[in-house]
């Protein structure tokens, strides 16, 4: 079967989010493109799960996604009318979350800050909210798990989720985000550092077409 490497991954995320983002602003009726859109967020999460990993400077990693988050809020907030934080602010959280539990590696250390990282997200509207974390948190444990044991938790996780709110009824769609970074081969590929300009770009392209064609 097809092997994929992190860069791979990366550019299947980043498309992803486009359709997502081209249904929800350009082709509402074309649902299909909010499918595939589910699968976005979980490949980013697991790209920062393994960025956490790797990374020999935290703090730098963390500076430009806060950078990047600051910079694309009013975009976020102007093109598509929401009032949550937009996704990086979501990862950035995550990313967090993710060096205080290593930090403090007592089981009732990390429930608490799990659950604190998962409040302030939902408590303040970061985009996925508390679900967000619960991904990131899954993301950074695919090396630690059997890959069945992993996709149970995984499935696990999507159907209470729908069980809390049929709200969340499309994202069952991103259960299928499990089985490609399962896929993941190993190696890095090449860099993609273009994302923290993609981001805000394509929303700003997207967000002129828009406008360009309500105003015809």
């Known amino acids: ?11 299947l995320a980043a498309v992803f989010m486009v359709m997502d983002h081209v249904c929800y602003l350009l082709m509402p009726e074309l649902l299909t493109l909010h499918f595939f859109g589910r699968l976005s967020f979980p490949l980013f999460a697991w790209l920062l799960a393994k960025g956490e990993k790797h990374t020999q400077n935290v703090y730098r990693y963390g500076s430009r996604l806060l950078i990047t988050a600051i910079i694309s809020q009013p975009i976020y907030t102007v093109v598509f009318q929401r009032f949550s934080l937009n996704i990086l602010f979501t990862l950035l959280l995550g990313l967090v979350m993710l060096r205080l539990v290593k930090l403090y590696p007592q089981l009732w250390q990390q429930f608490i800050i799990i659950g604190l990282c998962a409040a302030v997200s939902e408590g303040l509207g970061f985009e996925y909210g508390g679900y967000g974390i619960g991904v990131i948190l899954l993301m950074s444990l695919i090396d630690k ?33 499990g089985f490609i970074v399962l896929r993941f081969n190993g190696k890095q590929g090449s860099r993609a550092r273009w994302f923290y300009v993609f981001y805000p770009a394509h929303i700003i392209i997207l967000g002129i077409i828009n406008y360009l064609i309500q105003s015809r």
């Open 1 to 11: 079967m097809i092997k994929l490497s992190a860069f791979s991954i990366k550019i």
């Open 145 to 177: 798990l059997r890959p069945i044991v992993w996709l149970l938790y995984w499935c696990i996780l999507h159907f209470i989720l729908v069980i809390l709110s049929m709200n969340y009824i499309f994202q069952v769609w991103a259960i299928f985000a």
